[in-house]
């Protein structure tokens, strides 16, 4: 069963992404002294006196913003308020009442579900007494919480749990497959996850660094439930160091290091650059199956063959090129397929003894290369991890293996068990015995 949604709503610049934090206990929700940060709905699940249920962080809601990103934020805001079982409408207890709070609270009145009035930054307990002037909102008695601090927010939770009721305990995800949509800036990830939504679940912008958190959908394809991942943009860490667009980055390389498969999109009209890559070579590293989609293909003349040459040439795991593109449709419906594909690679067992004997069919075909007169010799096989798949090969001397050979027993290896795109993990570990196979 699905968890009971809580929103959390409120003017831009209250404090709602810093109480999320307080409340799940991490800091999943970015934050920062700059008004605006939060632009996407961003879920986060947490439990209080054995009732668990998801907080939905939103963007600040200023009825009187008129820009078309400030519209998109308010809309995402909507969906939220939508969506939820109840609802937490968050104040700035500092700045007092504002135009902007009763205009929210008038349209929250008419909500058929619980509201709860947070009156943020009540940093003292002294400061409880400025709760005073928002019992004008007419939705009930306010709470003096300090997000900061931690002060109030057992009350807070109390109060959620009392609005919510008995809930069901969460279904257990461990069999959903983790998709993690990432990428450069303004590659179009987020028009991609809309696409595979059918809805604009995820803030879509020509601005580069629309997106700012990990944003999580439960979505299923061919009968399996999988996690969708929107992350924000990757750069460089010296790029954004000093901005909150580096936390943002966090929790995106974060996103990346629990998924099981990553969707990398390029922007086909500059083809595969350096950083997509990089991109992509961060998720080989955090141990993540990946494959490249190159999304605008509608608007670009790049040479799919051109590109997937380079990105063979270029990255370890030589993943697939696929092409795509998220405004008219093209391809999109097979890319879930192919990512689900990707984590069942990744997951299966190669038997001990097929696995032996394939080491030994490349070690007769291709013999390592000698060193000081001493031949590399390989006694045992066996697979001792999935997802990613990890060999471990006894040998009678780590330091006689050679780079390029290794190599060549991972690529040889990749192609017999379609593992294009899966990390692979060779462990030569010294051992002592009979010997199995290679020669003086």
């Not at 390029?266 to 650059?273: L, N, R, Y």
């Not at 092409?323 to 069942?344: F, H, I, Q, W, Y």
């Not at 290896?413 to 570990?429: K, N």
Request: hydrophobic fraction near 40%; aromatic fraction near 4%.
């Amino acid at each position: 069963m699905s968890l009971a949604t809580v929103a959390v709503v409120g003017f831009p610049n209250v404090g709602k992404s810093t109480l999320v934090n307080r409340l799940v206990g991490g800091n999943e929700a970015v934050t920062s002294p700059e008004p605006g940060v939060t632009r996407d709905r961003k879920r986060l699940a947490t439990e209080w006196n054995g009732i668990a249920f998801e907080l939905v962080d939103t963007g600040g809601i200023d009825l009187g913003d008129e820009a078309e990103l400030a519209q998109d934020v308010q809309a995402q805001a909507r969906l939220g308020i939508a969506e939820a079982d109840a609802i937490v409408m968050v104040v700035d207890g500092r700045a007092g009442l504002r135009a902007g709070d009763a205009e929210l609270a008038k349209t929250l009145r008419g909500s058929q579900v619980p509201v709860i009035v947070v009156v943020n930054k009540a940093d003292r307990p002294d400061d409880y007494s400025i709760t005073a002037e928002f019992h004008g909102l007419g939705l009930g008695d306010p709470i003096a919480v300090s997000a900061t601090h931690g002060l109030g927010t057992g009350d807070l939770l109390d109060a959620i749990a009392a609005a919510l009721g008995d809930r069901e305990p969460q279904a257990d995800e461990d069999d959903a497959t983790r998709v993690a949509v990432i990428g450069r800036p303004n590659v179009g990830k987020s028009s991609l996850v809309n696409a595979f939504l059918g809805s604009e679940r995820v803030i879509v912008s020509d601005v580069a660094g629309t997106t700012r958190d990990a944003i999580d959908t439960e979505v299923e394809v061919d009968g399996r439930r999988a996690i969708l991942v929107d992350t924000a943009g990757l750069r460089r860490r010296s790029k954004v160091a000093g901005t909150v667009d580096y936390y943002a980055q966090l929790r995106s390389e974060r996103a990346v290091e629990r998924a099981d498969v990553a969707i990398v999109v390029c922007d086909a009209s500059e083809g595969v650059t350096t950083e997509d890559l990089r991109v992509s070579e961060m998720a080989m590293k955090a141990g993540c199956a990946s494959l490249l989609a190159m999304n605008k293909w509608d608007v670009t003349t790049t040479d799919i063959d051109d590109a997937r040459a380079r990105v063979a040439r270029k990255l370890r795991l030589r993943p697939a090129v696929i092409t795509c593109s998220a405004k008219r449709g093209r391809n999109v419906v097979t890319l879930l397929p192919r990512a689900m594909e990707l984590a069942d690679k990744a997951a299966e067992r190669i038997p001990t003894p097929e696995l032996n004997r394939f080491v030994s069919d490349i070690v007769a075909r291709t013999p390592p290369p000698s060193k000081r007169g001493k031949r590399l010799r390989l006694y045992y096989s066996a697979q001792v991890g999935e997802s990613p798949p990890r060999v471990a090969i006894q040998v009678n001397d780590r330091k006689l293996i050679s780079r390029d050979w290794a190599y060549h027993l991972e690529n040889r290896m990749r192609e017999a068990y379609e593992l294009e795109g899966v990390p692979l993990i060779i462990d030569f570990v010294p051992a002592s015995g009979r010997r199995r196979y290679g020669s003086d």
